[in-house]
């Protein structure tokens, strides 16, 4: 027996819903390292004559190390540090630097 808002109709479709995401997830070949997906329930968020909204709820452990990162790509991309060149400007007390270069060394590091 259905109800008149079709609330019971709406909650099979959830049903059917759940039981498809369920079968999506049985089919899945993560990668080796990845962890277990676990259903962590869901909820309804709303519901109208017309429209059910629900949330179904997901985790999985997962740590992001610096490999998962643009950051990590962007100076993987850069060339090897060869040179480092440092120039000083001594600092007159109450004038501040003069732009003048007193003192100029390079570092050259070994590959």
Excluded: C
Excluded at 84 to 103: M, Q
Aim: cysteine-free; charged content about 30%.
């Amino acid at each position: 027996e259905r109800d008149e808002k079709g609330q019971w109709a709406s909650y099979d479709a959830v049903h059917d819903v759940r039981q498809e995401i369920w079968k999506a997830l049985l089919g899945w070949e993560p990668d080796p390292q990845a962890h277990k997906i676990q259903y962590a329930g869901g909820m309804l968020l709303d519901l109208n004559r017309h429209e059910l909204y629900y949330q179904f709820d997901f985790t999985v452990k997962y740590e992001i190390t610096e490999t998962d990162t643009r950051q990590h790509e962007d100076l993987d991309g850069l060339p090897d540090l060869k040179t480092l060149s440092i120039d000083v400007d001594f600092i007159e007390p109450g004038t501040g630097p003069d732009g003048d270069i007193e003192h100029h060394t390079e570092i050259t590091f070994q590959e």
